[in-house]
């Protein structure tokens, strides 16, 4: 067996993986492109490039995610297969935590939701349209940033306190188990003053809130407390501290790993390695 490469061809970026036949991964890569295909194609000649593997040492090519509808043949002549994408997010969510068992959530241009387990399998349980591109539409309008990254480095000198309504803004006791720093509404108290950096702070706490919040709500009426959080959004800088906020909240542990971006990419071929060992 030789080199397995994983992709997830997703709605607007292409994760790509190389994995050796002893499951050591050796390479990760993550483009952008105008569409899916010049996307697949240019992620594994940079790939390649850049990790100087030769064509001819790749075995199989695994694909997952949405853009994997457009491929109907082989590429590079090389045997290629597709693996269902909610299998994929939920093997590359426990494969990058070392858990057995998990919510794994991936958090891409919109976001899904996986129950995972080592010993019962993936089951999707649903998903949200508010995700990557909820962040990146609304920052291209209200504070004229279209690209992540620049929204993240933006908010950096951000306050929610103008943007944003607590528990203590409407009320003199405390509410419950509800801190008076919790979110009441989010743009709920919204300043005139308020900054870009204000704005893009106010956009990343709203979708990160949100989605830590459906995952807590996932893992009612179950024994999962912890929350896997993987897909390129996963990594922004804020995203971990809003998370653990909710964490704290419902009682979970929130996990964004190192390589949360490629989690479904490897997932795609760790599945491949799955059924060559069943067989």
Do not use: W
């Not at 935590?97 to 387990?117: D, I």
């Amino acid at each position: 067996m030789g080199i397995i490469l994983g992709i997830d061809l997703g709605g607007s970026t292409t994760k790509i993986v190389a994995f050796d036949e002893k499951q050591k991964l050796l390479a990760a890569r993550q483009i952008r492109a105008s569409d899916q295909i010049t996307s697949l194609y240019g992620s594994i000649g940079q790939l390649l490039h850049t990790s100087h593997i030769p064509l001819d040492r790749i075995a199989r090519i695994v694909l997952s995610g949405v853009g994997a509808s457009y491929v109907d043949r082989d590429i590079f002549d090389i045997p290629t297969v597709k693996v269902t994408e909610f299998d994929a997010i939920g093997l590359g969510g426990l494969y990058l935590s070392g858990l057995e068992e998990a919510l794994v959530v991936s958090m891409g241009t919109g976001t899904a939701f996986v129950r995972a387990s080592a010993a019962h399998g993936m089951e999707h349980i649903g998903g949200s349209g508010v995700g990557g591109g909820t962040l990146l539409g609304l920052a291209s309008r209200l504070v004229g940033q279209g690209d992540i990254r620049a929204v993240a480095a933006l908010a950096e000198d951000g306050h929610l306190d103008h943007v944003d309504l607590s528990i203590g803004d409407i009320s003199r006791s405390r509410i419950s188990s509800l801190a008076p720093t919790v979110t009441a509404s989010n743009f709920g108290k919204l300043d005139h003053a308020a900054t870009d950096s204000d704005l893009a702070l106010g956009l990343v706490n709203t979708v990160f809130q949100t989605v830590g919040i459906m995952a807590a709500f996932a893992c009612r009426n179950t024994s999962l407390q912890d929350v896997v959080v993987t897909g390129s959004l996963a990594s922004l800088k804020q995203g971990q501290q809003i998370l653990d906020a909710v964490g704290a909240l419902y009682g979970l542990r929130f996990f964004v790993p190192k390589d949360a971006p490629f989690a479904t990419a490897m997932g795609a071929a760790l599945l491949h390695f799955r059924q060559q060992e069943s067989q």
